[in-house]
């Protein structure tokens, strides 16, 4: 069955509350939360427009921008940095040809990511919403086979 | 020997999470019977403050005298929050008591929002805590069904609802106000203080937000009393403490241990020490924002004692040994501050974003007299003159960097 | 109570705060983001004062009996310094092209603290090539130009992040969007600006993130060419803050010689535009009003103001079922506009075709007057940089008279053009209720929507204290 915007808000009460909760649920539904769908939010919760994309582009689980296909998230936090998180962010560069951080590839982006608490099976890396533990960069081609 | 003193662990492994049952067979909420039937949230109060039990958050503030600001107001509405929202890189310990013990910390927030008056408790989690957080929600409804929380708690005229909040992906979140104000719909910056949340927090009512590690203590304090567990561990910030040992030691992992404990004892005696032909270099207590410690400071015992010189932090020991490349972990630090800053001072904002620009440079090998200069000028800054903590944090693991590992030079 | 700053002693009262008591003291403390009684924010880091060894911000610390402050110090230099040269270093740093020049707070500020020496590679600059684009990546990121409205000029180049725009805005335009190093004040999805143009937020930025949209190039071609006739408008407002442009410049008398040098060949008060405009405005209600009254069960037939242009585009946006009850007069300086390139072209035998009309308002939102009659409107901060490009010095000047428009106007318009009291020209056996700023707007008209206010005649005007405040208005640099 369709879900649509609609849908979703009326889980929701218009209470302040509830606006990060909505807003996070439109993204993880839709895949972010476009223009059109952030004007109805507005207006549901009765808040200006800015107010709700001032909310929705500060958190990383709100996207507020088409994401690409494919989504890799490598974590940089202190424990995988000090196991060489660093080395599988080069190999996934130059495997892919692309550049950690770069918005404005349709197809893939390489997001280096805060701590996701996998310390201990670090280093850790998200591939869409599929999560790889002890990563090794000389692992990285056989990971990203089953993507490409 | 007193470092077997387990409150919050001793049933880890025993119980299924999922079954109230497996909880409830080990004397699990007894506490709550008791708080419900034989105290009055006066006396909680008392008993938490008598236990001497402080923040476990990191900044280690008497959890007894914050709940009794909340809890002597006169506000009918009043809200308790359970800081679950641990995102300190290295740091699991939350998501592991959740894991392994989620009635534990389901008893202690009903127990502590009762005691200061509250009618609603939020449990804010972590938004990447997916798997967490269904196991909370699970337990929770256990939980409900036992009249452990709702309307009419066990018979008496005690109400309480609890709601799980999952936050959205900002370390800053994790600072309290930051916290208020993410529940509250807005961007997750810090608010300004005074008024405090004790005084006007969540929608401007009093509020209590305590650690998720802070609030797992609380059942022990009611049933066994907080003279007792103010005997446990140093005597400045008594109690047990998780512990994340990481890096390169042989046995990583969540320990529990009573606080005073050296770094040597729990890199060497709970981690069981460096792999074979590993070499010490340095360790990190408290996850990016903590301090570096090198061999001859191993023997600091970690408190939360403003005078500790080393803080304790969010428990994290990330243990580095000389193979690591300083550099990686540089960038580490300030790739991860860059990021989490909120934006809203100056500072923060352009500072944490111009010290990563410099440890790139760092790393290639390409940095100017100017940088250098710069660095100290930001450190300085951070330091100094930011808006909340989060400055302070910025600054401390790189200026270690600098002045124990000489990462500059002399 | 009494608090001690700099070791000298004085004065102060409960909820008062330290940067409170040095404003009222003159004592100097900068500041970015505070301004008057916004919301203090406390994030540009630069009220930084020593309290006890420690830096606070003056902005939020309240006084309190004994406490001993000090203002300056090395420490307190060198934290200003710093935080004022990694902004600087983010900021696009184009002083002499840029349209705030030599009117910009940061700018001030950073000569005082005397930040030349960049330490930093600059985030934003102007790219040129690919290669630099790379370079600056996230600095292009960063930067949003809204050139789509005709009214409000926007570049987050200039962006100092002081959240005056965001916390002045009536209608919440503005949020702070993003976060860390790319935070950045901005529209909903950076969509161009579509607002109701009160002016409010150009008036408060310290930098030129926010400036008046407008073609003061055009204008400067228009005077120098000697087959254009430039007539000037006069917008009697825009007095209230041409002093704050050019010291001594406080007389119209003076304002029309000032365009008359920078070549004006007509300067006119807009009286006649006035005169006009309340008499349409009486046309069309009194009328209106005798049809309604007829049906016993109407008291009132609701006619609402159309002088403020911004207050019209609020209505016809958040209250668009009202719309119908504003007035279809033209405005003052439209019919004076109108005026000009007929009867007036036809009285002096020029083409109307070689005529320009220039409004000098106080106002922005007039900027979406602009038509085939009234060709330019600017505001007093663009009157200010038309004399700077002019490169013309307004010292010692005379005074002359306006020119006289046609068959001259009564002086009792004087007033009501400066501070918006044409309830009290009005005939005054009307209902008449005013409303000024959004908030008092929304009130008014919501209780009329809801039955609980009716009136003949309802006065509204956006700016808090009508034109005189006006969103065109200059503002004083308040820093020093």
């Not at chain 2, 450190?379 to 693991?397: H, I, V």
């Not at chain 3, 992040?161 to 950045?184: D, L, Q, T, W």
Request: include cysteine; charge should be neutral; proline fraction near 4%.
């Amino acid at each position: 069955m369709l879900i649509t915007l609609e849908k979703i808000l009326l889980e929701y009460d218009p209470e302040a509350k509830n606006l990060l909760p909505a807003l996070e649920k439109i993204s993880a539904v839709f895949g972010y939360v476009s223009r059109e769908n952030a004007r109805k939010v507005a207006d549901y919760f009765s808040l200006p427009e800015s107010k709700v994309y001032e909310t929705a582009s500060f958190y990383d689980l709100v996207n507020i921008k088409k994401q690409p296909n494919l989504i890799i998230k490598v974590c940089s936090g202190t424990h995988c940095a000090v196991s060489d998180s660093r080395k599988i962010v080069e190999e996934i560069e130059n495997k892919l040809h692309i550049k950690a951080g770069d918005e404005n590839n349709p197809r893939v982006k390489l997001e280096i990511i805060s701590c996701l608490g996998r310390c201990g099976e670090g280093p850790v890396a998200v591939i869409n919403d599929k999560v790889y533990e002890r990563v090794t960069a000389g692992g990285v081609g056989e990971i990203l086979e089953e993507w490409i | 020997m007193q470092n077997s003193t387990k409150i919050i662990t001793q049933h880890w492994n025993d119980i299924n999470p999922l079954k109230i049952e497996d909880y409830l067979n080990v004397g699990g909420y007894k506490a709550l019977h008791r708080f419900v039937k034989k105290m009055s949230p006066r006396q909680a109060i008392e008993e938490i403050k008598k236990s001497g039990l402080c923040g476990r958050g990191g900044a280690g503030y008497p959890t007894g005298q914050k709940l009794e600001m909340v809890g002597v107001s006169g506000a009918t509405e009043k809200y308790f929050i359970c800081n679950l929202d641990e995102s300190e890189p290295g740091t699991y310990k939350d998501r592991m008591l959740v894991d392994y013990d989620p009635h534990l910390l389901i008893e202690g927030v009903i127990i502590v929002a009762l005691s200061v008056g509250a009618y609603k408790a939020y449990i804010y989690i972590n938004g990447n805590y997916k798997k967490q957080k269904d196991i909370l929600e699970i337990a929770l409804a256990q939980a409900r069904e036992k009249n452990f929380w709702g309307a009419g708690i066990l018979g008496s005229e005690y109400d309480l609802e609890i709601e799980i909040f999952s936050g959205a992906g900002a370390y800053i979140c994790g600072e309290e106000t930051a916290l208020i104000n993410s529940i509250e719909g807005n961007r997750g910056e810090p608010k300004l203080r005074p008024p405090y949340p004790t005084d006007a927090g969540l929608f401007g009512k009093p509020t209590a937000v305590n650690n998720a590690e802070t609030i797992a203590n609380i059942p022990w304090i009611i049933s066994q009393g907080g003279e007792k567990y103010a005997k446990i561990g140093a005597a400045c910030s008594p109690g047990t403490k998780l512990y994340i040992l990481g890096g390169t030691v042989k046995n990583p992992g969540v320990v529990e241990a009573p606080t005073g404990i050296t770094i040597r004892e729990l890199i060497y005696d709970f981690g069981g020490g460096l792999p074979e032909g590993k070499d010490f270099w340095f360790a990190q207590i408290g996850g990016a924002s903590g301090k570096l410690v090198v061999e001859n400071e191993l023997d600091i015992p970690l408190t939360f004692s403003r005078d500790c010189p080393i803080p304790l932090g969010s428990g994290a020991v990330l243990v580095v040994d000389k193979s690591v490349d300083i550099h990686d972990l540089i960038l580490s630090w300030t790739g991860f501050f860059r990021r989490e800053s909120c934006g809203k001072c100056v500072p923060c904002r352009e500072g944490t974003f111009r010290l990563d620009e410099i440890a790139g440079r760092l790393k290639d090998g390409k940095i100017s007299d100017r940088d250098k200069q710069a660095v100290y000028d930001i450190l300085w800054t951070l330091n100094n003159t930011t808006f909340c903590p989060l400055g302070k944090f910025a600054a401390t693991a790189f200026s270690d960097a600098i002045s124990k590992l000489k990462i500059l030079g002399d | 109570m009494e608090i001690k700053i700099n070791g000298k002693k004085y004065a102060a009262s409960e909820g008062e705060t330290v940067l409170d008591v040095c404003r009222r003291e003159n004592i100097p403390v900068p500041t970015l983001c505070q301004h008057g009684k916004l919301k203090r924010e406390a994030v540009c880091r630069l009220c930084l004062v020593e309290i006890g060894g420690k830096l606070v911000t003056s902005c939020t610390t309240k006084v309190s009996n004994g406490l001993e402050i000090i203002t300056e110090s090395e420490k307190i230099k060198k934290a200003r310094e710093i935080n004022l040269e990694l902004l600087w270093s983010d900021h696009a740093g184009k002083c002499i092209s840029c349209k705030k020049n030599r009117q910009c707070e940061f700018q001030k500020l950073a000569e005082e603290y005397k930040i030349e020496n960049f330490h930093f590679v600059p985030r934003r600059v102007e790219i040129t090539s690919d290669e630099e684009l790379n370079l600056v990546r996230d600095n292009w990121a960063r930067v949003v130009v809204d050139e789509e409205n005709p009214v409000i000029a926007r570049t987050t180049e200039y962006c100092v992040e002081c959240r005056r725009c965001i916390n002045i805005c009536p209608v919440k335009s503005y949020g702070f969007n993003h976060r860390g190093g790319a935070s950045v004040v901005g529209t909903a999805y950076n969509e161009p600006l579509d607002c109701i143009f009160c002016g409010a937020c150009v008036k408060h930025c310290p930098t030129a993130a926010l400036t008046d949209q407008g073609d003061l190039e055009n204008i400067v071609k228009d005077l120098d060419n000697m087959n254009i006739l430039a007539v000037a408008v006069i917008d009697p407002a825009v007095l209230e803050s041409i002093g704050n442009e050019f010291p001594g410049v406080d007389s119209k008398e003076k304002l029309a010689s000032l365009l008359r040098e920078l070549g004006f060949e007509k300067v006119f008060d807009s009286g006649w535009g006035y005169e006009k405009y309340v008499e349409a405005l009486e046309q069309e209600i009194h009328p209106r009003r005798w049809l309604f009254q007829k049906n016993k069960n109407n008291k009132h037939q609701l006619i609402i103001s159309s002088f403020c242009p911004s207050a019209e585009l609020y209505i016809r946006k958040y209250f668009p079922e009202l719309s119908g009850h504003i007035a279809k007069t033209l405005r003052p300086e439209e019919l004076m506009a109108a005026a000009v390139k007929n009867e007036y072209a036809r009285q002096e035998k020029i083409d109307s075709g070689n005529i320009r009309t220039v409004l000098i308002s106080a106002c922005t939102a007039r900027k979406k007057l602009k038509s085939s009659t009234l060709d330019c409107i600017i505001t007093v901060r663009e009157l200010g940089r038309l004399v700077r490009l002019k490169k013309y010095n307004p010292k010692n000047i005379k005074e002359v008279q306006a020119d006289k428009f046609l068959n001259g106007y009564d002086e009792k318009y004087e007033k009501m053009t400066r501070f918006g009291n044409l309830s009290e020209i009005l005939k005054s056996d009307l209902a008449i209720q005013k409303a000024n700023g959004v908030l008092e707007i929304k009130k008014v008209l919501e209780d009329i929507q809801k039955r609980e206010l009716e009136c003949d005649f309802l006065e509204v005007m956006v700016c808090p204290e009508g034109c005189g405040n006006g969103g065109g208005q200059s503002m004083k640099i308040s820093n020093f």
